[in-house]
């Protein structure tokens, strides 16, 4: 086991001394790539449920996902670390576990723990909290250190001020802090990771802001990228930022990592997308759609960075990326945009996975777009 991960989770839910009211969470673990991912409850069933904050793509994952669960029914689950805390049921996340969940702290079943941040810390946890009848009812994000506290509470901000009647995103239906922790709550929503984009078009054309028409160079993510390419010295980047910073365009809802990993569909008109640590309400239109297409084409689809090159030219000269493209001031400059959204992954997001080939993909369209 990892040598801080059972103090950090006995800390969590232990709460202050004296306890009051015990409780026994209990649960495997599973590792991906050495490093601890997923408590999963060791109740029987359990772990199927818990499973679904994985969002598992390719076939090998697929087979991962489904195979765990049956794993951790037979002699082999002692193969994964057993975790085993007592929960202070009178403590106060205990008790805002209890409010989300709807059961007294004393009933709570151990929740489904998937870890995020940093090689080897446990910066950020997701919680999944079940009803009575085993059933997902909430999702808790949480940050524990510094960073990861920062990064909760500025997603917790950014969709409290979620517009009304705009479908997308699942709202906050609570908020925690500590000394030891930030967390909200969301809505649990089930539903399958999309295979592609097809109508994803209306879900872009709602997040269009009804304000007047912005400089792009006003916009956070843009600015965010200039100063990262003023200093990196690429030669393509003054031309990009002289055909961009002075364009009005319409600003749009910006969720900055919308990949299938990201988003949940139960069909195309009901659509909701999480992880919003790097969302804006006021984006660069069209960056998100490029990036889910190009992140399905990558780490998904496996293609050759020629083949996702040709995918993005058939997008952009498709009729509904093309109306979508004149709804938000953006015919013009379409081609200058994506090769700015590849920078901006190249120089502010920097993902741990597909760099290179959106390096090629830079190359490729760059070299074809400037003969």
């Known amino acids: 086991m990892s040598q ?15 306890r009051r009211e015990l ?34 793509h390719r076939p090998l994952a697929k087979l991962w996902r489904s195979m765990i669960p049956l794993m951790l029914q037979t002699s082999v689950s002692r193969f ?45 946890l997701v919680l999944l909290l079940c009803d009575a009848g085993g059933h997902p009812v909430r999702v808790i994000k949480a940050g524990l250190d510094p960073q990861g506290r920062t990064a909760t509470e500025r997603e917790a901000d950014l ?8 479908t997308g995103c699942m709202g906050i239906s609570g908020r925690f802090s500590s000394p030891a922790l930030s967390a909200f709550a969301t809505g649990y929503f089930g539903g399958a990771s999309p295979g592609n984009d097809l109508g994803f078009e209306k879900l872009f054309h709602d997040w269009l802001n009804g304000t007047p028409p912005e400089p792009i160079g006003n916009l956070e993510s843009w600015r965010e990228l200039a100063l990262a390419a003023n200093g990196a010295g690429l030669l393509p980047w003054p031309a990009l930022r002289d055909a961009l910073a002075g364009r009005m365009v319409r600003t749009t809802i910006f969720h900055g990592d919308f990949a299938p990993r990201n988003v949940r569909l139960t069909g195309s008109d009901n659509i909701r997308a999480f992880d919003w640590e790097r969302g804006h309400l006021k984006g660069i ?45 953006i015919t013009p400059i379409v081609e200058p945009l ?23 993909l830079f190359q490729i369209l760059w070299a074809k777009w400037h003969e």
Not at 4 to 18: K, R, S, V
């Open 23 to 56: 409780v026994n969470f209990v649960w495997r673990l599973v590792r991906r790539g050495n490093r601890p991912f997923l408590l999963l409850p060791e109740k029987s069933g359990s772990a199927s449920v818990g499973f679904e904050l994985y969002s598992a």
């Open 4 to 18: 801080n991960l059972q103090p950090a989770i006995t800390a969590l839910f232990a709460g202050p001394q004296p």
């Open 285 to 329: 239109p069209a960056w998100d759609w490029f990036h889910f297409v190009i992140q399905n084409s990558i780490l998904v689809k496996r293609h050759s960075p020629e083949s996702v090159a040709a995918e993005m030219e058939q997008l952009i000269r498709s009729p509904r990326f093309q109306k979508y493209a004149a709804d938000a001031g």
């Open 80 to 124: 994964f670390d057993r975790v085993a805390v007592q929960a202070d049921a009178g403590s106060e996340l205990m008790q805002f576990l209890a409010r989300q969940s709807g059961l007294p702290a004393g009933q709570l079943s151990a929740p489904t723990v998937k870890f995020g941040g940093a090689a080897g810390k446990t910066s950020r």
């Open 159 to 166: 969709l409290s001020r979620w517009p009304a009647n705009i």
């Open 338 to 360: 994506l090769l700015a959204y590849f920078l901006d992954q190249k120089l502010v997001t920097q993902p741990l996975a597909g760099g290179k080939v959106t390096d090629r």
